[in-house]
């Protein structure tokens, strides 16, 4: 059965890199019917689609983030992992990450059950 | 960015009744990257509908998803209790978006 999960460091301070990982079991994330994403939801709102990595290494990032974000994958621990920089307190939210599917059908189908991180000093 | 706009925010029903959520679109989407998530507090996105009504894996047949272009329906035949939730459409063009959610709750 495959499960995702989310690990890094609860609190980040602003200006510093946030860092986290999604570890992938019970099926390769070099599968090559499926890319690997991130999604975060701020305290009480909604969903935003940070980005996804293919296994290849082929990334796609929201335009809105995609200044401050970075996705890389380690197909030897079979994690993909997130790296966001010069946060601000608008980046403190639950991070999910997901398996994405982006073939004739796109949505994200199977999900992590996230971890949160806040930033502050 | 394509904008998707959940109507309405709150849906205020007993279980039993029949629910309908409401998802446009600023730009036209194709039916094949509409998509419809369940959360409920404290929990991951569960995947509802994907292709606009397409049933996820595992999902009863009180949920359906429907509608084109613009406008999209996810209806719920008969709520049950545990379908007290907020609900979330999500879009892909160029990039992939949310709507702002729909929170159904008990009556």
């Known amino acids: 059965q495959l499960q995702l999960q989310e690990s890094g460091p609860g609190l980040v301070k602003p200006s510093e890199t946030l860092s986290l990982t999604c570890t992938v079991s019970?099926?390769?994330?070099?599968?090559?019917?499926?890319?690997w994403a991130w999604i975060r939801q701020p305290p009480g709102k909604g969903l935003e689609w940070i980005g996804a990595?293919?296994?290849?290494?082929?990334?796609f990032y929201n335009p809105s983030l995609k200044s401050r974000v970075t996705l890389s994958v380690d197909m030897s621990k079979n994690q993909v992992s997130l790296r966001l920089r010069s946060v601000t307190a608008a980046d403190t939210a639950v991070y999910f990450c997901?398996?994405?599917?982006?073939?004739?059908?796109?949505?994200?189908?199977?999900w992590g059950k996230g971890t949160t991180v806040t930033v502050s000093s | 960015e394509i904008v998707l706009t959940q109507s309405p925010g709150t849906l205020s029903l007993s279980p039993g009744e029949r629910a309908t959520l409401s998802c446009r679109a600023s730009?036209?989407?194709?039916?094949?990257?509409l998509a419809w998530y369940q959360q409920k507090p404290g929990q991951a996105p569960r995947l509802l509908i994907y292709?606009?009504?397409r049933r996820a894996t595992g999902i009863p047949d009180r949920f359906t998803g429907s509608g084109s272009g613009t406008d999209f329906t996810l209806t719920i035949s008969r709520l049950e209790p545990e379908d007290f939730a907020v609900y979330y459409c999500?879009?892909?063009?160029?990039?992939?978006?949310f709507g702002q959610g729909t929170k159904v709750e008990i009556k």
């Open positions: 990595i293919y296994y290849s290494g082929t990334t």
């Open positions: 292709g606009a009504s």
């Open positions: 997901a398996r994405q599917v982006a073939h004739f059908y796109y949505y994200l189908d199977v």
């Open positions: 730009q036209s989407v194709s039916s094949d990257y």
């Open positions: 999500q879009q892909y063009v160029t990039s992939w978006t």
């Open positions: 019970g099926d390769s994330i070099s599968s090559a019917s499926y890319h």
